[in-house]
């Protein structure tokens, strides 16, 4: 199935995507099985909004090797991990807001995990249960503040910093999936989810030790080699295969 979260007269609902049209839920893909109801929107009229309205967007850094290596940093023995808030989530085809305050924007490509039911303290084993499925995320990230902080709390998570969607899939294995990025049409990322250091069912365990994972809640599972900087007015896409591509654009604060 492939989840989308809409926009409509009575406020945000789930729907199925199928073939040129959506089909909307009574309820959402956290609850145990979808009920759909007999309302359809088509496809092109549909306003989507990030499909997983996440309470936190836990995110890995360092978790490609040809990542770290471009960074000159070693391979971490054990997650880089920090947290994203809410209100950075922006819907596909929306803008990301380039700060007054900030030098250097980049983007990163990830696949996102989705949390489909409360987990804490999950084995790797059990891990995948509590998926819902895989979207893609933008880690847009302020590369001149990181240094500057002790913490990447400020670089990372400013307002529209979390692009996510276009969908949710359960139809596809995350442990090897092309993830590429391209910003105006020129390819910048290009990797493979099988190179994650730390793998999902891991990340799922060793953070739901950590924090109770909720439903809608987002792991995103850090970027591969390829980062650069964009500017206002810059298109950005990142394709992961079978999870389509998420697409925004850049503006400027002011
Ligand atoms: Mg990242």
């Known amino acids: 199935m492939k989840y989308v979260r ?11 995507l199928k073939k040129g049209f959506i089909q909307l839920m009574e309820n959402t893909p956290f609850d145990s099985s979808p009920i759909l109801i007999d309302e359809a929107i088509r496809s092109e009229d549909a306003v989507l909004l990030p499909p997983a309205p996440f309470s936190k967007a836990v995110c890995i850094g360092l978790n490609y090797r040809d990542h770290a290596i471009e960074f000159g940093l070693p391979i971490p023995e054990s997650p880089v991990v920090f947290l994203k808030p809410s209100t950075a989530a922006a819907a596909p085809e929306s803008a990301i807001i380039y700060p007054s305050m900030c030098h250097r924007l980049d983007y990163e490509a990830e ?13 790797m084993e059990d891990a995948l249960s509590y998926v819902l499925g895989y ?26 910093f979390m692009p ?4 949710i899939s359960d139809e596809v294995d995350g442990s090897s999936l092309m993830i590429t990025s391209r910003v105006n049409g020129e390819t910048k990322q290009m990797s493979n989810t099988s190179n994650l250091i730390f793998s999902i069912p891991y990340l799922v365990s060793y953070l739901s030790h950590v924090m109770t994972l909720l439903p809608g809640d987002v792991i995103s599972t850090g970027t591969p080699g390829g980062i650069s900087g964009m500017q206002p007015g810059d298109r950005v896409e990142i394709e992961i295969e079978g999870l389509g591509i998420l697409a925004n654009t850049i503006i400027s604060e002011h």
């Open 111 to 123: 696949l996102a995990v989705v949390i489909r039911k409360k987990a804490k303290n999950v084995s």
């Open 6 to 16: 809409v926009k409509t007269d009575k406020g945000a609902r789930y729907g199925i």
């Open 164 to 167: 996510l969607g276009p969908y």
């Open 135 to 160: 979207t893609i995320a933008n880690d847009v990230t302020a590369r001149d503040l990181q240094p500057k902080n002790g913490q990447w709390t400020i670089a990372k998570g400013f307002d529209t």
